[in-house]
């Protein structure tokens, strides 16, 4: 009996459906053990606001019924005053859909929904936008109303009965709009303009996730506690360079394909062991490319030139294919690769025993972990014009980030997700003030009593960014300031409180805040933001490129030699400013009036600020760079020979020594060396060794960092930076760094 018990489970195994790109790692099922860490891994997210009662579940239904027959409503009127016959207007239909966190099922409590409105051919975008906008003004229960037309994917904002949405719209080729519409068909795009089919994007993107994973509660279990890991880590931020929730939506459901049966809590340690050991940047993929005759762009290092930069691709599902990670830098890959692993040592530690879910949700100490930060303030004298700028500075801190990268002495620079409000006493012209904090960690350089680095170019080409964007969509207003100021660990007391610096669990507001922010309030000013899978991008927003070392560990050695080298860190000063014990040292300060007589501040022992770049600053040098060998890829792209331009001597170096990265259905073959061998397979480690098949090399450069793709994003640099009544003190930053 049991030979042929064994038989049928084996056939049953056989005849399950397949998913994925490569067959599954292992199809165990569940032991009791492993339903009762399930249970307690939902009893720790509960505090978190993660899970909504019924009686707000069905509210958003009723919402969104309204908003539906608003939709109906809206269109029959707009056909009537094109002359349609009755029969048709009668007929013409119109439909809500909804995408992102609340069609994937994993939204938590007080969270927007994502929504589109479909039309038929004969309604405009421009008749959404005025006739529709009109009849939201008019209805009650509508707050906050506003457009955003110019945004990548134009969007209305609004709040009804207490629940905010944006609402995206397209317009489909085709008479009318049933209620059994399926957006999932690749030839409802035929026809279509490029908005139209960005609106669509998000919708098609989430059902094809729902589609290719075999349990979808497990999987929303799941995905829910992943994104509370990555919120409570810092690391929950498309905006920012990390990623935003289609792309963890994706990774989850990567895992949930390699392990079909699994239950939550075991998905969740897989999750970590799968991508702590990934081969970046080999593409993450839930299904093949399907090739379509649509003609539009998709992501493919063989043919997009900017495609081979992306350092951490997670594709999407639905055509067009695209990249939604496409923000990531070395950076921000290196700390979510650490924190990968983290969390791979501490769900090890809760599936044997050793500890609770709690310690995987406690969030990461930044203020602690660098011993330099860049503190980045935007400040504004109205609380309207504040959100604004906010919303663009915010928007522009990844460029910050890489131009940090690309300096020869930095190692990382590591920006915190979370903003703070500033202390008004200091911005006493402007009321409204945000922080935020980026760590840094410099390079140990051998063979040198003191380095001298020079800060002043990427601060500047930053802030400059900034308001050449602002200007160009003519949001730059009297008092919209920026200012950069570098601090060490023992000053940050001046900028936070002590129970900031020193806490070590962030509470729910913390966690809310850090997700959200302002961003709720503000116009979608990033055109590339992709929380909610809206874009397809074909342009190279300011990323670095691929690099084939190993990310550094800013909590191991690379942070420990940093810690050696800045042990004893001072400033070189050209001409000292007055002093003021909370302020650290301004960078580039730009505001609409400046008062001539102000100085810039310093701390005691804060850098100050030279007015001039001085004669003894290490140039920055170009050396030769040993050429990146071909690198392995999925779906037989093809050996593309590159000649590959020199590395700038200051790309952030990386620990251990370069590897060559294997093929990714390579990495998923050796992946069977963690086939399960029941619980004792189910509780341990094993280290991912490379087992053999036909390597297929993606194309990648390694080229210099000082050479950019154009961006479609960022205004063109030869764009004048404002110079109205906007004055640009062009101050210079210099760090020496002795042994």
């Known amino acids: 009996m049991k030979e042929m018990s064994a038989n049928t489970m084996l056939d049953s195994q056989r005849q399950q459906k397949h998913y994925g790109i490569t067959s599954p790692i292992s199809l165990a099922c569940p032991k009791e053990i492993d339903h009762i860490y399930t249970q307690k891994l939902i009893d720790a997210m509960k505090p978190f606001g993660v899970f909504e009662d019924e009686e707000e579940l069905n509210h958003r239904l009723v919402v969104l019924g309204k908003l539906n027959n ?110 059994n519409l399926d957006l999932r068909d690749d030839s409802r795009l035929r026809s279509l303009d490029i908005r139209c089919i960005r609106s669509l994007n998000g919708c098609r993107v989430t059902d094809e996730i729902l589609h290719l994973v075999p349990n979808k509660e497990t999987f929303r279990l799941t995905l829910r506690a992943v994104k509370l890991w990555a919120k409570r880590r810092g690391i929950y931020s ?13 990774l989850v459901a990567r895992t949930c394909q390699l392990y079909p049966n699994a239950a939550a809590s075991t998905l969740v340690h897989k999750f970590f062991l799968v991508f702590s050991k990934w081969e970046w940047p080999n593409p993450v993929l839930l299904k093949q490319p399907e090739e379509s005759n649509l003609n539009l762009p998709v992501w493919d290092p063989r043919v997009n030139p900017s495609d081979r930069y992306h350092l951490m691709p997670i594709i999407t599902p639905a055509y067009p294919q695209q990249n939604s990670t496409y923000n990531v830098s070395t950076s921000t890959r290196t700390v979510m690769v650490e924190e990968f692993k983290q969390g791979l040592a501490v769900t090890d530690e809760i599936l044997q025993g050793k500890s609770d879910w709690s310690k995987l949700l406690e969030p990461p100490n930044f203020f602690q972990k660098y011993r330099h930060y860049i503190v980045l303030t935007a400040s504004a004298s109205t609380e309207e014009n504040h959100l604004e700028w906010v919303g663009l500075v915010e928007s522009k801190i990844r460029v910050l980030v890489g131009n940090l990268e690309r300096n020869e002495f ?75 100021t570098h601090v060490k660990k023992k000053q940050l007391h001046h900028y936070l409180p002590a129970e900031i610096l020193q806490k070590k669990k962030k509470s729910l507001s913390d966690v809310s805040r850090s997700s959200g922010g302002l961003q709720s309030k503000r116009s979608s000013l990033d055109s590339n933001c992709l929380d909610s899978s809206r874009d397809t991008d074909n342009g190279t927003p300011f990323n670095s490129p691929v690099s084939t070392n190993k990310p550094s560990n800013p909590d191991s050695p690379a942070e420990e030699a940093e810690r050696n080298s800045t042990e004893h860190a001072t400033v070189i000063v050209e001409k000292l400013p007055s002093v003021s014990p909370a302020q650290g040292l301004s960078i580039p300060v730009i505001g609409a009036t400046v008062d001539p007589t102000a100085k810039a501040v310093s701390s005691p022992s804060v850098c100050t600020i030279p007015t001039v770049v001085g004669r003894n600053v290490i140039p920055r040098i170009t050396t030769p760079h040993n050429p990146v060998q071909g690198q392995p890829h999925l779906n037989g792209l093809s050996n ?47 280290p991912m060794d490379a087992i053999g098949g036909e390597s297929m ?24 930076v404002p110079a109205s009544n906007i004055r640009i003190i062009k101050n210079s930053i210099r760090l020496t760094l002795n042994r």
Request: charged share 25%.
């Open 640 to 686: 593309l020979s590159k000649n590959v331009t020199p590395k700038r001597s200051h790309s952030p170096p990386m620990d251990g020594t370069s590897k060559r990265l294997k093929d990714i259905e390579k990495f998923i073959r050796l992946e069977s060396a963690f086939k399960d061998s029941h619980a004792a397979e189910d509780r341990k480690r094993k």
């Open 70 to 179: 608003l939709v109906k409503e809206w269109i029959s009127d707009i056909s009537e005053s094109k002359n349609l016959p009755p029969s048709v207007v009668a007929t013409v239909g119109g439909k809500i859909f909804t995408f992102g966190s609340y069609r994937l099922g994993v939204h938590t409590k007080g969270a927007d929904i994502d929504a589109l409105c479909v039309a038929p051919r004969h309604v405009e975008r421009s008749d959404f936008f005025q006739s529709f906008f009109e009849k939201l003004k008019h209805q009650d229960g509508i707050r906050n109303l506003r457009a955003v037309e110019d945004a990548f994917v134009p969007v209305i904002k609004f709040e009804f009965d207490g629940i905010e949405i944006d609402l995206v719209f397209a317009r489909l080729a085709i008479q009318t709009i049933s209620d």
């Open 238 to 250: 498309n905006m920012l360079g990390f990623l935003g929730g289609v792309s963890w939506a994706m």
């Open 410 to 484: 930095i190692t990382l620079a590591h920006v915190n997700p979370q903003s703070f409000p500033g202390n008004k006493e200091h911005h006493k012209a402007n009321n409204y003030v945000s922080m935020w904090f980026l760590g840094i960690i410099f390079r140990r350089v051998e063979n040198a009593e003191s380095v001298n680095i020079d800060l002043t170019y990427d601060i500047q080409s930053f802030t400059d960014t900034v308001y050449r964007q602002a200007n160009n969509i003519n949001m730059l207003k009297d008092g919209m300031k920026i200012e950069a």
């Open 697 to 720: 090399p993606i194309p990648t450069i390694d080229t210099s960092r000082k050479k950019r793709l154009p961006s479609k994003e960022l205004p063109d640099s030869s764009s004048p």
